[in-house]
């Protein structure tokens, strides 16, 4: 993944630079479909049905939200994690994901 090559905003970029520095490149799959500047969709390449939205816009300078996305819709996680540090941000995207 050419994270400089994403039109995305620069802190996800530094996510994403962060992640895959951490993880390896081979690891997640960034949803294409996701058009907004401010936002990017991430899951594993194994389990596509779970995975992580995390945006910039609605925010504090520098800070995250990001949802949760299971394969049941109803058990979603949606606009409770908001104002996060890119630490957080990382820390939720690793338990959510990668446990």
């Known amino acids: 993944m050419n994270v400089w090559a994403i039109k995305k905003a620069l802190p996800l ?13 081979n690891k997640l799959a960034l949803n294409n479909q996701e058009s ?6 991430l899951s594993t390449l194994t389990d ?5 939205y995390i945006y910039t816009f609605g925010q504090h300078a520098e800070r995250y939200g990001i949802d949760l ?28 994901l990668f446990s």
């Open 36 to 41: 907004h500047y401010q936002a990017i969709e």
């Open 13 to 25: 970029k530094v996510l994403l630079l962060e992640l895959v520095h951490r993880y390896g490149e």
């Open 69 to 96: 996305r299971y394969p049941i819709t109803a058990h979603n996680i949606v606009g409770e994690n908001e104002n996060l540090t890119l630490d957080q941000v990382i820390d939720i995207i690793e338990i959510h």
């Open 48 to 52: 596509p049905s779970l995975s992580a």
